[in-house]
């Protein structure tokens, strides 16, 4: 299954630059990118980065996988009964041509169980899953703070 998955995506990615002078964009770019430090002995920790739709139809994102954390969770901050939760949700959807901003307080993704120690000399491998089957490989840095924050 996975097999056929990469050579149809394969066979896309290079029928998509058959006929055209320049190569195909990708669906989503991604910017601000970053994961916080974690706490000593902390179980957990979140990442946070804009993902930009540059289709002309709307992009689902159906997971996240990290090969040095257990799991990976799209999580939403909420406020009920005067409260500020957290919770996974299934997926998030980012329109034609928008922005999806994962920040603190908001949208974020909650990496748990780290597989070894993080700290501001080492980044965090990502893959963003598309509900069409693609993949989105990212390296994010670990920061105490956004990195374009002065």
């Excluded at 009964?81 to 041509?97: F, N, S």
């Excluded at 993080?118 to 069409?132: G, R």
Aim: proline content about 7%.
């Amino acid at each position: 299954m996975l097999t056929q998955r990469l050579i149809t995506l394969t066979c896309f990615f290079l029928l998509c630059g058959c006929g055209s002078d320049h190569a195909p964009s990708a669906p989503v770019t991604v910017s601000d990118a970053w994961v916080r430090t974690p706490m000593p002995n902390a179980t957990m920790t979140a990442g946070y980065l804009a993902m930009t739709n540059t289709t002309q139809s709307t992009l689902r994102v159906v997971g996240v996988t990290s090969p040095q954390f257990a799991r990976v969770e799209i999580h939403e901050t909420t406020l009920v009964d005067g409260t500020m939760r957290m919770r996974p949700v299934a997926y998030l959807d980012i329109t034609a041509g928008d922005t999806l901003v994962l920040k603190p307080g908001a949208q974020h993704l909650m990496l748990i169980e780290p597989k070894q120690a993080l700290d501001a000399t080492t980044t965090v491998s990502l893959s963003v899953m598309i509900e069409d089957g693609s993949q989105i490989d990212l390296t994010l840095p670990v920061s105490q703070r956004a990195p374009n924050v002065q």
